[in-house]
């Protein structure tokens, strides 16, 4: 089978994505061991820090805990990687990557302890940066750090789902599974560990050559290498760019990170210049964009919003911006010019790479690839006594940038009218991006579809269910999408589908449930294009007039139904219960027939179940009333449409007849619900408390 573009271009998204499942408990870690080194600073703290305190015993025991993952990191590599490569049972695949990988160092150990010399390594001498060799699980073994264990890892991961299942005869039965795995890894490490002694002594020259060829490439490799690591980003492939710098041997053993926290102290009681003392911290500088360039480009969107619109987009903006500055995660920013305006988003990555270049000239070099946590704890607290001079003038020129990043955005944004929230059509909702919905538009792109936002929300649904290899079965309701999956453990968290506009998710084993809204049936049509791999074409919109939305209209409903009303967080079903449609009422009802609450225009039938029916109010409300729960499964078996869609109705105009025996004999309950589905856009909102009403008679919300 030939490798397409496509494929190649997707395993390594998948390569990228596994080697970050280690790297999420740097963060935390790295605080830790700057915090504890902060603590047991007597230049900071005088006499309370000196050693042999209680202050310093304390602080120096919580160090030796905090540099558990950096002094462990090939086996953390090797053990988290195949995680995110297994295709079943990653965590039986974890513990034989360990397995093979103990295995793997053994063997170079023996080999090299008989025939050191004929490979060019010196094995008598202890191991340690410069000699090439490392301790591993107490194994003197090759210094292959984190990339050796990434390749065994990897090869781990293919023995893996390639012999798990292998069916091998009942009386070896004990050697099936993980077993026969590591059985097979144990015979393929023994040649490539005699590989790796006679390739790895020239590849770590190469590397020292290397980290030599980086260092001398001063401003110009900085800003190579900022430009890159933000650029590749929406690829995913900015893994290969930085995990090499930061925690690899690309510019200092053991990387930036490790090498800059085991000299923390050194370089907090020294005058030198920082560039001089670390100039391999000018590639841990790519964090500056994060913390002093996003919020100008926020304020910039915000300032162009539309007045009417600017209250919702600073809800929008204040969050995000603030989790980029604190913490460094910029997805929702970053994947919002990606979505509305890929060039905003290349302006990003060449001022970004220009901020990092501009404060190394200056001098700055230090840790600073996080959030304003990681400058705080890794750099300003521990390092200013002898470094404010440098770090006042970071702030100055920070802060320059967060202008710069304003004013181009604000002329990018209004030359060529990009639609950034706050600026998009008025009945168009605001949000920020994700990936997910990056990646679905790019595709949608290459069918002709990138405008199409059901569309995109249907590629980013089905591949947020684990893709349509995980679907077994797909039906919809009036708002949900129902699907069967094969393996439930394939269905991402509901962050992920809410991110994408859905407004929950219900999971019960294998059965799904994605609470899409009234626009749920053209999704559907979407979705099952793409289940099927058939090719999409635009579906023709709904020929419906709307009615301009005029939340402060003092408007009454009526009770649709007779019955005994209750309120939404009695009804039997997660779905209304937790509100994820929108606020609203249910009826217990004694009646058979739902009528029109109040003058309206009808927008949505359910027409093969009749169980559903959707409404525009005068005030441009949006109401669903929803007959039963799970009526859907009945397919409209005692249910009569009374009305169409499209047509206008006034208050007591009957909607849908039903047969309440029906529901009842096949096991379903007959609440009827009412949601007002845009509930948010209403907060003088009120409900009656619950009662016995009567059809067209009582009210029971009122605007």
């Known amino acids: 089978m030939s490798l397409s573009k496509d494929r190649i271009m997707q395993g390594m998204q998948r390569f990228g994505g596994a080697m970050y499942t280690p790297v999420i408990l740097f963060a935390f870690f790295g605080i830790m061991v700057a915090v504890s080194i902060v603590c047991k600073n007597e230049g900071l703290l005088g006499s309370l820090a000196a050693k042999g305190t209680l202050w310093y015993d304390f602080w120096f025991v919580v160090e030796q805990g905090a540099w558990t993952v950096f002094s462990q990191m090939p086996i953390l590599f090797a053990i988290a990687v195949p995680i995110g490569f297994a295709k079943k049972e990653p965590a039986r695949?974890?513990?034989?990557?360990?397995?093979?990988?103990?295995?793997?160092?053994?063997?170079?150990?023996?080999?090299?302890?008989?025939?050191?010399?004929?490979?060019?390594?010196?094995?008598?001498?202890?191991?340690?940066?410069?000699?090439?060799?490392?301790?591993?699980?107490?194994?003197?073994?090759?210094?292959?750090?984190?990339?050796?264990?990434?390749?065994?890892?990897?090869?781990?991961?293919?023995?893996?789902?390639?012999?798990?299942?292998?069916?091998?005869?009942?009386?070896?039965?004990?050697?099936?599974?993980?077993?026969?795995?590591?059985?097979?890894?144990?015979?393929?490490?023994?040649?490539?560990?005699?590989?790796?002694?006679?390739?790895?002594?020239?590849?770590?020259?190469?590397?020292?050559?290397?980290?030599?060829?980086?260092?001398?490439?001063?401003?110009?490799?900085?800003?190579?290498?900022?430009?890159?690591?933000?650029?590749?980003?929406?690829?995913?492939?900015?893994?290969?760019?930085?995990?090499?710098?930061?925690?690899?041997?690309?510019?200092?053993?053991?990387?930036?990170?490790?090498?800059w926290l085991q000299h923390l102290n050194d370089f907090a009681t020294s005058a030198h210049s920082l560039k001089e003392m670390f100039p391999e911290g000018g590639f841990a500088l790519h964090g500056s964009a994060k913390v002093f360039g996003l919020p100008g480009a926020a304020l910039a969107m915000y300032m162009c919003a539309k007045p009417e619109k600017k209250k919702k987009t600073a809800a929008l903006l204040i969050p995000a911006t603030i989790t980029a500055v604190l913490c460094g995660i910029t997805e929702p920013l970053e994947f919002t010019f990606l979505f509305v305006a890929p060039l905003l988003y290349l302006v990003h990555s060449l001022l970004a790479a220009t901020l990092s270049a501009t404060l190394y000239f200056f001098g700055l070099a230090g840790n600073f690839g996080g959030g304003l946590i990681d400058c705080f704890v890794q750099n300003w607290i521990p390092l200013f006594p002898y470094h404010s001079g440098t770090y006042i003038m970071q702030i100055g020129i920070g802060l320059c940038f967060t202008a710069i990043y304003f004013v181009v955005f604000r002329f990018m944004i209004l030359k060529f009218d990009y639609a950034t929230p706050g600026r998009t059509a008025d009945d168009v909702e605001d949000k920020l991006f994700s990936k997910d919905e990056y990646k679905a538009k790019k595709e949608m792109e290459d069918m002709g579809l990138a405008g199409n936002a059901l569309a995109i929300k249907a590629k980013v649904f089905l591949d947020c269910l684990g893709g349509p290899e995980n679907i077994k079965e797909v039906t919809n309701c009036a708002t949900r999408l129902r699907v069967t999956v094969a393996d439930p453990d394939k269905v991402k968290p509901v962050s992920?589908?809410?991110?994408?506009?859905?407004?929950?998710?219900?999971?019960?084993?294998?059965?799904?449930?994605?609470?899409?809204?009234?626009?749920?049936?053209?999704?559907?049509?979407?979705?099952?294009?793409?289940?099927?791999?058939?090719?999409?074409?635009?579906?023709?919109?709904?020929?419906?007039?709307?009615?301009?939305?005029?939340?402060?209209?003092?408007?009454?409903?009526?009770?649709?139904?007779?019955?005994?009303?209750?309120?939404?967080?009695?009804?039997?079903?997660?779905?209304?219960?937790?509100?994820?449609?929108?606020?609203?009422?249910?009826?217990?009802?004694?009646?058979?027939?739902?009528?029109?609450?109040?003058?309206?225009?009808?927008?949505?039938?359910?027409?093969?179940?009749?169980?559903?029916?959707?409404?525009?109010?005068?005030?441009?409300?949006?109401?669903?009333?929803?007959?039963?729960?799970?009526?859907?499964?009945?397919?409209?078996?005692?249910?009569?449409?009374?009305?169409?869609?499209?047509?206008?109705?006034?208050?007591?105009?009957?909607?849908?007849?039903?047969?309440?025996?029906?529901?009842?004999?096949?096991?379903?309950?007959?609440?009827?619900?009412?949601?007002?589905?845009?509930?948010s856009d209403y907060p003088q909102m009120k409900k009656q408390p619950d009662q016995p009403v009567t059809a067209d008679e009582t009210p029971i919300l009122t605007f």
């Open 496 to 679: 992920k589908f809410t991110k994408a506009g859905a407004f929950g998710l219900v999971k019960n084993g294998h059965a799904i449930q994605v609470i899409v809204g009234l626009s749920v049936p053209q999704v559907r049509g979407y979705f099952d294009a793409l289940l099927k791999g058939e090719a999409i074409s635009e579906q023709p919109e709904e020929k419906t007039i709307k009615t301009p939305t005029m939340a402060n209209l003092a408007m009454k409903l009526n009770a649709c139904i007779s019955g005994d009303l209750i309120d939404m967080s009695e009804v039997n079903d997660d779905m209304f219960s937790q509100k994820m449609m929108g606020d609203g009422v249910a009826i217990e009802p004694t009646g058979d027939t739902v009528v029109a609450p109040a003058d309206a225009e009808v927008t949505m039938v359910m027409e093969e179940s009749l169980h559903a029916i959707g409404l525009r109010l005068d005030n441009g409300a949006e109401l669903l009333i929803h007959i039963g729960i799970d009526t859907v499964k009945l397919n409209g078996r005692g249910f009569q449409l009374l009305t169409k869609q499209g047509v206008k109705v006034k208050a007591g105009e009957p909607l849908i007849k039903f047969d309440p025996q029906v529901i009842k004999e096949a096991g379903y309950q007959t609440t009827v619900i009412m949601a007002v589905t845009n509930s």
């Open 93 to 259: 695949c974890a513990m034989e990557s360990f397995v093979i990988y103990m295995i793997f160092n053994y063997f170079i150990s023996g080999i090299l302890t008989l025939n050191g010399a004929f490979f060019g390594v010196d094995y008598s001498q202890n191991a340690g940066a410069g000699t090439g060799l490392a301790m591993i699980a107490n194994i003197k073994t090759l210094d292959m750090g984190m990339l050796g264990a990434i390749f065994i890892a990897c090869v781990t991961a293919w023995l893996h789902n390639r012999f798990y299942d292998t069916d091998i005869p009942d009386w070896l039965g004990i050697f099936k599974g993980p077993a026969f795995v590591v059985a097979v890894g144990f015979a393929v490490m023994l040649p490539l560990s005699l590989l790796f002694c006679v390739v790895w002594p020239a590849i770590q020259h190469g590397i020292m050559n290397f980290q030599d060829f980086l260092k001398s490439s001063g401003i110009v490799g900085v800003w190579a290498y900022t430009f890159s690591e933000r650029i590749l980003l929406p690829a995913g492939l900015h893994h290969f760019i930085y995990l090499p710098f930061i925690f690899g041997p690309a510019v200092c053993d053991g990387g930036i990170q490790q090498y």
